[in-house]
């Protein structure tokens, strides 16, 4: 008989955390361990076939792990539509007027359908002759934080975890956005300029899908950090590597290819719900 498998299920809808339980018991053999957060956040064992517990949990209305829950001491997120709902490059795009095209492309290239540096190129020589101006003006006016971010990042911080926003996007924004969050370091591409406007081009070497796994074990082995207590979060292709890699990894609200291969998924809740996964209730949130 194989062993009983781990898995937190969590939903902002308590009826759906419930009916997820009834749906799991006869299918998987479900048996609660704990509660996490009343009516929020369960943890459970499952008997039943991985592949019966992975097709009920695409049907039901819940955020998933099928990690044991324990708390990380690392976490390395994505940016751009993870940490803040917006994709900031294509945000420049609508000021230099070439929103359509440069978007175009950014979803291929998240999808993974495209090569994510020679897309970041193709798209940044597109905002030549874009003031500078434009990148404040864009944090200020369009770039937002999704709900829970700051909880999510400054729990863990005051837990001791090591927090590091590593992006694909631009050190523009990085540094606020970590700022704002509360990372404690931040790592990404930088727009070159001409003093007064983007030239069109991107500092080399262009920091993609092989340098965030990169520094996902880099910061591990600083920190004396177990594999199996590393977090990595994001929604695109280029976070693919690092959401494997890491001992919890998890999508968020992600691009298909990356849905299918993550352990853990957010598509209902808040970015509160990846503390859920490690076993921290309500009761141990940071309040500000």
């Excluded at 590091?164 to 050190?171: D, I």
């Excluded at 523009?172 to 030239?199: H, S």
């Excluded at 977090?231 to 919890?248: H, K, P």
Aim: glycine fraction near 10%; charge should be negative.
């Amino acid at each position: 008989m194989s062993p009983a498998q781990h898995l937190v299920i969590a939903s902002p809808e308590p009826a759906a955390l419930t009916a997820a339980i009834a749906a799991l018991e006869p299918a998987a053999g479900a048996a609660v361990v704990a509660w996490i957060e009343p009516s929020e956040a369960v943890h459970l064992t499952v008997s039943g076939p991985v592949e019966a517990v992975a097709g009920l949990l695409a049907q039901l209305p819940v955020d998933w792990s099928t990690r044991a829950p324990q708390p990380c001491g690392l976490l390395v997120a994505d940016m751009d539509s993870t940490i803040i709902g917006c994709e900031c490059l294509d945000e420049l795009a609508d000021y230099a007027g070439v929103k359509d095209a440069v978007s175009a492309i950014t979803e291929r290239a998240m999808a993974g359908e495209l090569d994510f540096e020679g897309a970041l190129r193709a798209r940044v020589a597109m905002l030549r002759g874009l003031p500078l101006s434009a990148l404040s003006a864009c944090y200020r006016e369009r770039v937002r934080l999704n709900p829970g971010a700051e909880t999510f990042v400054r729990t863990m911080a005051a837990r001791g975890a090591i927090c590091a926003l590593v992006s694909g996007g631009f050190t523009a924004f990085t540094g606020k956005v970590a700022d704002a969050a509360g990372f404690q370091l931040d790592r990404a591409n930088r727009l070159l300029d001409d003093g007064t406007a983007l030239t069109g081009q991107v500092a080399e070497p262009i920091l993609g899908r092989a340098a965030k796994l990169a520094a996902l074990r880099e910061l591990a082995a600083a920190g004396s950090i177990a594999a199996d207590r590393t977090l990595a979060i994001g929604d695109g292709a280029n976070d693919l590597d690092m959401i494997e890699a890491a001992g919890l990894g998890i999508a968020y609200r992600a691009k298909p290819v990356v849905a299918a291969r993550a352990a853990a998924q957010i598509e209902h809740g808040g970015l509160e719900t990846a503390l859920f996964f490690q076993g921290i209730g309500r009761a141990s949130f940071w309040r500000g």
